[in-house]
């Protein structure tokens, strides 16, 4: 498969299997068997998706934003020249307000047809009367959900969490729906219908992860015996995730057992800050600064202390062999001088 996720290739999200076989297996927070199948997903792998999603769906919202506004001021200037032309070689008409016709005072001023559908437009609630008895505006704006509260458009990763109810009220990762192993136990609709809009579809991928791999395992490979080809399964679960990125993915206090083990699988121990057990939020999307704590983690993961210890030994020890070197030729020059000067002069 070599479809594009989000600017990743399929073939980058796969976990490799040597490398599971060598060195994930060896882990107690990974489950790997044999002739598994269904296809795994790195959680540093998924982090990169979920942040090119995130980069690309506020690109498209803002261009999206845009296009109402350059509407208007197209159709504001095409309606100017029209007045423009109408006007020439014949007197101009003032426009006047429209008269409300009141039983009390028929001189109130009310809104023209114009006016008053920006103001649907723009949410202003019905007409109130003040305590003068006159016309008046409530700028009550319609309730409608923020893009904080809706998942991404067009995202092309279904996240589901196979854990009870109960568990993903209390911590799941964010964009997250639920999706009990039970409802696959269903004779009637086993399957919502964001899954059924996400199975086998080009360019999407379908993502199940639990705490520790036990039971995203089994819905995993019941989903794929039933013809699910596009299905992932993020490798290490919650438990991982709580080692690599203790902040910005979750929401929610992480289960305890997830922090029971706060070292990874290269042996490097992970701060993991102590919370306050707190229900998880409705959160659809990742605000910037998730974003940015999620960023932090990856590049501590990708670029591990190791790496820069060992860059600075070779720089010690590269110094330490040009300061070896410039002394030998020092020495050699002053046993060179020395020989020079003990010749005499013919």
Known sequence: MGTDIGGLNLCDLLVDEDEVKNGDSQDPDYRYRKDELFKRLKVTTFAQLVIQVASVSDLNESIMDEIPRLEDDVSESAETDRLSDQTNGSPQLTPQPVQLIDGNESGDIGFSPRSTLQSV???????????????????????????????????????????????????HIISAHSYPIATLSRTMNPYTKEVL???????????????????????????????????FMLSGGLKVIAQKFPEGMTTGSFPISC??????????????????QQPAEKKWRFSSEDLGKIQHYLEEVLIPSETSSRLSSRMSTSSAHSKVSSARSSRQGSVSARSQSSRPWK
């Not at 579809?201 to 794929?224: F, N, P």
């Not at 029971?260 to 993991?272: A, D, L």
């Open 259 to 276: 922090l029971q083990s706060p070292t990874g699988s290269s042996g490097r121990k992970y701060s993991t800050p102590r919370q306050t």
């Open 121 to 171: 437009i723009s949410g202003v609630g019905e007409m109130d009367l003040d305590k003068n008895g006159q016309k008046a505006v409530s700028l009550t704006p319609v309730s409608a959900p923020s893009s904080a509260e809706r998942p991404y458009s067009d995202c092309p990763y279904l996240l589901l969490d196979v854990r009870d109810r109960d568990q993903y009220d209390q911590c």
């Open 197 to 231: 809009d996400y199975k086998n579809a080009s360019g999407k991928i379908i993502i199940l992860y639990d705490e520790d791999e036990r039971i995203a395992s089994q819905a995993a490979t019941t989903m794929c015996e039933r013809g699910f080809e596009n299905l």
